[in-house]
């Protein structure tokens, strides 16, 4: 069996309700021109403010993938 | 038109149910002395534990709004 | 009074639901073989994805607690 | 003679035109509530785009200054 | 209104004349095959150096924009 | 009982003697205008020399306190 | 001559034997997509364990090269 | 003679005198159950506040032993 | 199925010849007292100098195990 | 062709009018007793300020040259 | 008058006794070399433990002085 | 006896062939003017690419030796 390889590239999902959305949206938005996502990590988690309150949650991602 | 200047503060914002909420206590309390809060980020997630689970989560965040 | 000493190891709680249940889940598991636990920080947020979606999310945290 | 005291505050200043000017941007509106500013240190560059080049450089800051 | 997804890429510019200069070096040429670049952050500043000079500025930018 | 807040202020404390007595200079200043300061945290330890030792050693710290 | 633009992208390459092998897996496969491939640097080496050692070396890599 | 392997444990001591005395608490304590400590490293340095200045150092170091 | 548990711990492995044979030390000594090693992460590499080659190669991982 | 060997230093330079000029200073100032200097990276932008205005900028950099 | 040009050295200072005596045997050290010493930042805390207590502190600081 | 003092530089070595080498490059150089080297830290991890794989390692690390 080859070694593999993966690549990784850096997205940032965004959510009115929570980090836990802003990140699956990342996700889902990806995995419609890519196959087989593997894993993320977190690496930022911003967000815009409304009426002193979070209007919109902006997670930056990792995701890495194998590359066939 | 000017060149907008933002200040930052930090802030630790708590909650027993979730960092969403714990961040959204932090805007609430900033709000009533500060106007046109704009963005946050966070950085720091602790929290205490009782009895073998999180008491509250303590968030920190850096919040940046325009001065007039 | 003496001055207290604290121990502070890391652990990877996971959770197929929110970064809060995979940090609830590790202190749980922590407790069973250590008293008194006593605050825990988020180092690492990751997580395994499947079908577009995160799968487990793996939160890593230190927690401390106080040497008797 | 006493010890000296200062504190440090974070701004982001904007320019359109250089990092320089968004520096200089945010300590001459420091400035005006503040009596003598000392040294800053810049924390981060980033910008906004429109039309595939810098719209606002935006230069965040931390300034420090003695307490009286 | 659906949440929005941003992709974000990591490019070097260069310049021989300014580090300005050297961003918007990289974001004309991203312009070229990516539609609505959004903002950047400068991530590395680094230079080659000629006759006790610099010869060219090398920025690294993280520049996100929106996927469609 | 309310969730509560916290802010965290950066100051840089001087001393001729210590690190110890430069964290309590700013420690006493602070208290001047600020009630109830809760926790502080060392980010940085620098300092002046004269005639080949230490003249000033300057250590900045974030102070965190509860905001009513 | 016109100031020339780089893009730097992120893989993982793995190999059973050496931190070495799994840098020149990952720019193998690399290669076979993009030409004039530069300069690379390292940004985390991991991996996985079987029977006490080390199965594959999974070595997180930027790699630039020149944009045409 | 065989290749040696360490283990390196974090702790927080605490001292209401000095950075110092912290370090030296957390290594005491560990003394009791573990032969050998070989280096220490600090990688925090905060403190609880009483009366504007620090009541308790607490002083988090990571600690290395030789595994027999 | 149960929500995992991890436990991280950190260790220093040592080679009189390479680097990924101070990580496969380390391995080895964990596995004598700790079943199911699942990851490690390389946190540090450093080594003592003997007549102007390196002696030891000292290299600091994270290991993860799944906690029973 | 033998394995070339680098040193790299660490200088600050200082300019009332920009970061390039800085930078330039520092090299200018280096080549009189260095020869070769071949690249530097920017490590740390700092500045004092006079009447709400940079006074001058301190660019620390850090300079490699192949050592003969 | 000519922009200054600093440079910047690093070192280790050690000391059975306390952290600001390490900093100041590096000082003393340095002072034989080289005049106008004049700003340090410390990089590094560590030291070497006996019978369960600190035995050398080892305090690496950056040490800047005019060139002239 | 007296508390010793250190000091530390940063050194690229460079190799065709692995990091170890690319590491005792620089030991071996660095030991024709420095007596007594006596510890290291890799601190970057970079190389040049030649057609698909990498063609020097360039490895960065700082060297510790004791000031006579």
Request: aromatic share 8%; hydrophobic share 40%.
């Amino acid at each position: 069996m080859k070694d593999k390889v993966y690549k990784i590239i850096e997205l940032t999902g965004t959510s009115t309700s929570s980090i836990e959305n802003a990140v699956n949206s990342a996700l889902k938005r990806a995995g419609k021109t890519i196959q087989n996502l593997s894993w993320f990590e977190v690496v930022e988690t911003r967000g815009s403010i409304e009426k002193n309150q979070v209007q919109h949650w902006q997670v930056t991602i990792k995701v890495g993938f194998a590359v066939k």
